[in-house]
């Protein structure tokens, strides 16, 4: 009987040696291009992990949409094919529909106080919602905030918008959002919004100052007017397939150097977003700022999806505007 036991607890050691000393390369897709700060952070995120499993775990980053456009990336960390995505939040809401209530229109007072939400209880209780699509959101990633950018109209107020066909994501948030504003949304995947732009199948655009610039939209869509609309933070999924098959350790490497890249994603979000406004401008764009009343005026017109948009989610929603900030 002992020598039963001292077998099966011998075994048990190779096991859990075996399950640790893992080896492997993951694939992480990115749809913004090299040099971006969400690439950027990915690899910053790559390099903690490679170094924390010394050597035993590798993620290769896969920038530029190569491994196929958002919704299609994030169907195959679904089923396995990728591991990682890289993606913004907006696609999420098919799978948690608490993620419109993070993206709702001039939610957040500030970035800062944007990414204390995120980072707190309320933030991790919504990832823990992806689980049961088979995601496990590791960590959240800056994206400044959005704002529309023309052809041809210059724009101060929602009424010029009026009639222009804009492109969004594919959301029925984001496309509530543009009509609430007078303007025709066309949903249309990230990778193909400067040939939409080029060739007139649609008017307008909407991101923020890297998405605009690093993505050579100012060249057909050359006025950026600042109304900030919302903020749509990124974030790092993992496929539940390749999650489960790691060791509680390996599983708890991955969770922190995620989140600790974060810290670079946000620095280089700063510095790229101060570049892409420069350029854009010594380049021929035009930014135009607003006043808050003239900001205003876009923030009234749809304040009518918030009842929308946090129904079944009102607790969240006040949690998100009673929240307190820390020094
Ligand atoms: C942001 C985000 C992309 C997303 C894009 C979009 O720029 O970084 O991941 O695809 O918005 O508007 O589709």
Known sequence: MKKVLVLVLASLLIFSFAVSAQEMTLRLADNQPEGYPTVVGAKEFARLV????DGRIKIEVYPGGILGDESSTIEQVQFGAIDFVRTSITPMANFEPAMNVLSLPYLYP??????QVLQSEIGEGILEGLKDAGIVGLTWYDAGARSFYTADKKVTSPEDLEGLRIRVQESQLMMDMVEALGASPTPIAWGEVYSALQ????????????????NSHHEVAPNFVEDEHNRIPELIIMSKITWDKLSAEDQKIIKQAAVDST??????WDKRTEEAKKLAVEEGATITTL???QKQAFQDKVKGL?????????????????FEMEE
């Open 263 to 268: 810290e670079v994603q946000r620095e280089a």
């Open 306 to 322: 918030y009842p929308k948009y946090s129904e079944g989610y009102e607790d969240l929603l006040n949690s998100i505007l009673n």
């Open 50 to 53: 490679e170094e924390r499993t």
């Open 291 to 293: 006043t808050p009343e």
């Open 110 to 115: 500030s970035e800062e106080y944007m990414f």
């Open 199 to 214: 060739t007139g199948v649609v008017d307008a655009g909407e991101n923020n100052y890297p998405g605009w610039y690093y």
